[in-house]
């Protein structure tokens, strides 16, 4: 595979997290998987206040960790595939923070992008909100950390937000995939269309709807 590094990237009920890990299986790579135990999301969730601050820097100092983590020699033994790109993390900051906590934050993410190198290519993995919600209602809720599901209005904003901010995405090689339809979590064919639409992959934006329906 051309493509050394692979980010896999997408809102809230998408499936980016199963299907890094499906694709790095699939292709005999690694995975970088975001680390979802943050321990202020319960009360981020809840509205308490300063929360959404404590989220958003725990986030991405974790990001930071990790991705400073991956050396220029894993690349060359095999493919890492990660399920979150570090750009991203302005989305959720500027959805959540206010004014007074985004001038606290930015400032941060300033030091730390200077890092973190990026992705050689970026899967974004489309939905519509209804689609999202749907798939965020078969999901189980993590009662014992008191974590609720997002209410449907974030989930539109936040589904808009990412819109917005791949839609001027240029840093790297970017593969739009709408997801509606698109089952790799159980479905092999999907998963190898991918991989084929990945190998195809040039310089700039290209847009993929997969034939195969869901099984």
């Known amino acids: 595979m051309a493509f050394r590094y692979i980010a896999i990237e997408g809102p809230i009920g998408v499936g ?16 970088i998987l975001e680390d979802a135990d943050n321990p202020f999301l319960a ?10 601050l404590q ?18 020699a894993d690349l ?16 959720f900051a500027y959805l959540n923070l206010d004014d007074n906590e985004l001038f606290i ?15 050689d290519l970026v899967v974004y993995l489309q939905a519509p909100t209804d689609v999202l919600l749907r798939r965020l209602t078969d999901q189980p809720v ?21 819109q917005h901010f791949f839609f001027h995405y240029t840093s790297t090689p970017l593969l739009v995939v709408e997801t509606s339809q698109f089952d790799p979590e159980t479905n092999d064919d999907a998963l190898d269309d991918l991989v084929k639409q990945i190998n195809q992959m040039g310089k700039g934006t290209r847009y993929y709807v997969p034939r195969v329906l869901r099984s």
């Open 16 to 31: 980016k997290t199963r299907l890094a890990e499906r694709l790095a299986n699939r292709i005999d790579g690694s995975t």
């Open 43 to 52: 009360d981020f969730y809840n509205e308490r206040p300063g929360a959404a």
């Open 55 to 72: 989220a958003q820097l725990f986030y991405i100092l974790n990001r930071h960790r990790q991705l400073m983590g991956l050396r220029q």
């Open 76 to 91: 060359f033994r095999h493919t890492v595939v990660c399920d979150y790109v570090f750009d991203r993390d302005k989305i």
């Open 105 to 119: 934050y930015q400032r941060l993410y300033d030091v730390l992008a200077q890092d973190v190198a990026p992705p």
């Open 142 to 162: 993590d009662s014992e950390r008191h974590i609720p599901q997002p209410d449907a209005e974030y989930v539109r904003e936040l589904n808009e937000a990412y």
